[in-house]
């Protein structure tokens, strides 16, 4: 049996000999991490066999001969749930997988033969591929560290008139009455600290993605602890810094600024040092789509979500993260998700919105260097392309049947190639109706469009 000690030495060798990969996939909830990752494990499982991931040269060229999950390194990460996710697409009707919540992991050992023959004939190599799934609304909390308690409760809004700021209303009422100097009611704070959570929750059920602390929508094991038990104190000035800090330390004010301070030091920089910095390369999905359905506050929320979690891969000299640790992806993919909700030719016009909305960030990564790749993609294609004749001309569009079982043949809308102007959403209609996955004979590959472009460029140099 091995110890740790010699797999970790046995790890690295295999990285120096570049045997070895970490592959993670991230995106907000509902982006389609979970149906990617599903999919990329199937499509490596069947490739060699009946994949059809010709923009792989490795499969193309028959020298991909398929892959198997083995144990993985790090038993303190729950496994990827691979085999509950296939039960769900392989029911009848074929349903969608539960999403996952937390990080997760998967370890696939692939087997190719290289493009040139080595001096000893042929010979085949083995690729040891470690995926991880995690949420990007983690990501969201990387700018938090740049805050201490009081620049952080003042960059928080949650006033004014929009949508959103109305989900927070209970709160803000709540929290009006506090007066900082007093002394820390246990019970009450957890109250209102509850009512922070539920307005954040009750965001992103409506479809906001901007949401701070990432943790308090996807607490994992840290539900009711009072690490997560803390809010922003709307009405402090920077003027009464020195006169807050000098408040005693069962004052409410001290207590919040203690619990944030935790927070960053135990639930946001642990995941940087433990997790992301050992990322070889990383893949980030959008669904450009579902914020485009959802219409204008929505999808300029979703804008500023994605600069806040972009800020994660901006190794920029001076970048908070080149501070906390020297990172080391070397590849990034940005991946629009969902293609099949528009007809093939639209899928251009796709991408040239996901690099419009993430224009800053990607001015920043290639500044730093990073290289980073922008493609639309469908994990688990649930709609057939069709054409249909329309008075004389013919036209695209979709088939597919809908999660309540009714079979549509639809034109869903066009897909504007530069982000959106203000008279786009009253002229537009957009109707991305949700699908149900495609029937499939059971064993044979998931339907997609482009993951084996995106296993190309994710992994495709180490399969040479
Ligand atoms: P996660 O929260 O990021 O893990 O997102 P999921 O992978 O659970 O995806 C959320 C939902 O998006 C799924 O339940 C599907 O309804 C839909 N979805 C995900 N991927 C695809 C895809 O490739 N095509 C279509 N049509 N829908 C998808």
Avoid at 83 to 99: F, S, T, V
Avoid at 173 to 192: G, K, M, Q, Y
Avoid at 224 to 242: H, K, T
Avoid at 329 to 348: M, S, W
């Amino acid at each position: 049996m091995r110890t740790p000690l010699t797999r970790e030495l046995h790890d690295l060798l295999e990285r120096g000999r570049d045997r070895q990969l970490r592959l993670a996939v991230t995106g907000l909830s509902r982006s389609g991490k979970t149906a990617f990752l599903t999919s990329l494990v199937n499509q490596l499982r069947h490739a060699g066999l009946e994949a059809r991931l010709d923009l792989l040269p490795a499969a193309r060229e028959g020298r991909l001969l398929g892959a198997r999950r083995i144990q993985q390194q790090d038993l303190g990460v729950p496994r990827f749930p691979y085999d509950q996710a296939m039960l769900a697409l392989d029911d009848q009707p074929p349903r969608w997988p539960e999403a996952t919540r937390g990080i997760s992991e998967l370890r696939l050992a692939i087997r190719y033969r290289p493009a040139r023959r080595g001096l000893l004939g042929v010979e085949t190599r083995q690729l040891t591929l470690d995926l991880f799934d995690y949420p990007g609304e983690w990501l969201l909390d990387l700018p938090l560290l740049d805050h201490d308690y009081l620049s952080w409760s003042r960059a928080q809004r949650h006033d004014g008139d929009g949508e959103r700021a109305a989900l927070f209303t209970d709160w803000h009422r709540a929290v009006a009455d506090l007066d900082p100097a007093e002394e820390v009611d246990e019970a009450r704070l957890a109250e209102i600290a509850e009512q922070y959570a539920k307005g954040l929750r009750a965001a992103r059920e409506a479809g906001f993605a901007d949401l701070q602390p990432g943790r308090f929508l996807l607490p994992g094991e840290l539900e009711g602890a009072p690490v997560l038990q803390f809010f922003p104190l709307p009405g402090i000035a920077e003027a009464d810094r020195g006169e807050l800090a000098a408040l005693p330390a069962e004052s409410l004010y001290a207590t919040l600024a203690r619990r944030f301070r935790h927070y960053q030091q135990h639930i946001v920089k642990p995941f940087y040092r433990e997790h992301f910095r050992r990322f070889d390369r990383q893949i980030v999905l959008v669904d450009v789509l579902g914020a485009l359905n959802a219409g204008p506050e929505r999808f300029e929320d979703l804008s500023r979500a994605l600069s806040n979690l972009m800020q994660s891969f901006d190794y920029g000299r001076r970048s908070l993260l080149t501070r906390l640790f020297a990172p080391r992806i070397d590849r990034l993919a940005i991946a629009a998700t969902k293609a099949d909700h528009v007809t093939p030719e639209q899928h251009g016009r796709l991408v040239a919105l996901l690099e419009a909305l993430l224009a800053d960030p990607l001015k920043d990564l290639r500044f730093a260097d990073v290289p980073v790749r922008a493609l639309s993609l469908a994990a688990i294609r649930a709609t057939q392309s069709r054409e249909v004749n329309q008075q004389g001309r013919r036209s695209p569009a979709l088939q597919g049947t809908t999660l309540a079982g009714e079979s549509l043949l639809m034109f869903p809308g066009e897909v504007p190639d530069r982000l959106p102007a203000a008279d786009f959403w009253s002229r537009q209609g957009f109707d991305f109706t949700a699908f149900r996955p495609l029937p499939r004979d059971k064993g044979t590959p998931l339907p997609h469009i482009r993951m084996d472009a995106a296993l190309d460029w994710l992994i495709g140099d180490k399969l040479s």
